[in-house]
């Protein structure tokens, strides 16, 4: 089996999304909404269902649970861009209720993604076929065992060849004084920090994002880039010092799940083919703009 260039580890679960409310209801009270989808999901989930959307090849390497669940999710990914890790667990479940505008919250079941080991994950991680191969870690931070093997995991994917890049997503536990520290670490460690604003805010401990952003790249090394996906913002990323960003076209948002993952879907992949770094940022946004405003979800024009 061939190699592919763009490798995807990290959350796969199942996403059932529902919406539109308007403000939270009240405990004990029934509300119908106008819409819900099951879907395959997760930060690595989409990522990887962003790039079979654009038809770019890739590996994902994530694990699934023993059940039914398990296996109608797996069902959704091309089975050849695919490595699958079966845990002695059911599998995981996030509901996500979308409010008006588009923003969501995400109410989650532990599942597989608690019992997921990272030495299933080193067992499987090939050698990068090329110079220009990268590897996404997402989702970390619903998972236990990666949470503490994350560091191990980037040195072993820079030992193998592979550019790296992260998005661990938000601590269940909020921006703790130990989440900061093993997130520090992570982004001394990765090529690519892929974060959003409120990442930003949260690590740079400042709610200013331009003074969290700038207090954040301080504390990364010569060629490390910050990535900073600003919804309809667009994106921006900084690299020694110096800046690009990318702005976002104007679109009816029906949702933003996964808004985040497809960037990271097409940013990568337009560095692997060469893009430069603006160029990159602007496929990022084109293809998540594209997909927020999409129902059933398109990738491409």
Same mark, same amino acid.
């Given at each position: 089996?061939?190699?592919?260039?763009?490798?995807?580890?990290?959350?796969?679960?199942?996403?059932?999304?529902?919406?539109?409310?308007?403000?939270?209801?009240?405990?004990?009270?029934?509300?119908?909404?106008?819409?819900?989808?099951?879907?395959?999901?997760?930060?690595?989930?989409?990522?990887?269902?962003?790039?079979?959307?654009?038809?770019?090849?890739?590996?994902?390497?994530?694990?699934?649970?023993?059940?039914?669940?398990?296996?109608?999710?797996?069902?959704?990914?091309?089975?050849?861009?695919?490595? +699958?890790?079966?845990?002695?667990?059911?599998?995981?479940?996030?509901?996500?209720?979308?409010?008006?505008?588009?923003?969501?919250?995400?109410?989650?079941?532990?599942?597989?993604?608690?019992?997921?080991?990272?030495?299933?994950?080193?067992?499987?991680?090939?050698?990068?076929?090329?110079?220009?191969?990268?590897?996404?870690?997402?989702?970390?931070?619903?998972?236990?065992?990666?949470?503490?093997?994350?560091?191990?995991?980037?040195?072993?994917?820079?030992?193998?060849? +592979?550019?790296?890049?992260?998005?661990?997503? +938000?601590?269940?536990?909020? +921006?703790?004084?130990?989440?900061?520290?093993?997130?520090?670490?992570?982004?001394?460690?990765?090529?690519?920090?892929?974060?959003?604003?409120?990442?930003?805010?949260?690590?740079?401990?400042?709610?200013?994002?331009?003074?969290?952003?700038?207090?954040?790249?301080?504390?990364?090394?010569?060629?490390?880039?910050?990535?900073?996906?600003?919804?309809?913002?667009?994106?921006?990323?900084?690299?020694?010092?110096?800046?690009?960003?990318?702005?976002?076209?104007?679109?009816?948002?029906?949702?933003?799940?996964?808004?985040?993952?497809?960037?990271?879907?097409?940013?990568?992949?337009?560095?692997?083919?060469?893009?430069?770094?603006?160029?990159?940022?602007?496929?990022?946004?084109?293809?998540?703009?594209?997909?927020?405003?999409?129902?059933?979800?398109?990738?491409?024009?």
């Amino acid at each position: 089996m061939s190699v592919s260039p763009l490798l995807i580890l990290g959350n796969v679960n199942v996403d059932l999304v529902m919406g539109e409310v308007d403000g939270w209801p009240a405990i004990g009270t029934e509300v119908v909404v106008p819409r819900s989808e099951m879907r395959p999901g997760g930060s690595a989930g989409n990522t990887a269902l962003a790039l079979s959307g654009m038809g770019i090849a890739h590996r994902l390497l994530a694990s699934v649970g023993n059940d039914a669940m398990g296996s109608w999710l797996a069902g959704y990914f091309d089975e050849a861009c695919s490595t +699958w890790v079966i845990d002695d667990s059911d599998t995981t479940i996030s509901v996500g209720i979308v409010h008006k505008g588009g923003d969501r919250v995400f109410f989650t079941a532990p599942g597989h993604l608690h019992h997921a080991r990272l030495e299933d994950l080193l067992a499987h991680i090939p050698a990068a076929p090329t110079a220009s191969s990268f590897a996404c870690i997402s989702g970390g931070f619903l998972m236990p065992s990666l949470i503490e093997g994350t560091s191990e995991l980037l040195r072993l994917l820079k030992q193998r060849g +592979w550019q790296t890049a992260i998005d661990p997503g +938000w601590p269940p536990e909020g +921006w703790t004084e130990a989440n900061k520290k093993r997130s520090l670490e992570w982004l001394s460690l990765t090529d690519y920090a892929l974060l959003n604003a409120e990442e930003v805010k949260g690590l740079g401990e400042n709610e200013n994002l331009d003074t969290a952003a700038v207090t954040l790249s301080g504390r990364l090394g010569a060629g490390q880039t910050l990535v900073i996906k600003n919804g309809p913002e667009g994106a921006t990323a900084i690299r020694d010092g110096k800046s690009v960003s990318a702005k976002a076209p104007p679109v009816t948002v029906i949702d933003t799940v996964g808004a985040g993952d497809t960037f990271n879907a097409a940013f990568l992949a337009g560095l692997s083919l060469g893009d430069s770094l603006q160029g990159a940022l602007e496929r990022g946004v084109r293809a998540a703009s594209l997909a927020i405003s999409t129902f059933p979800r398109r990738y491409t024009a």
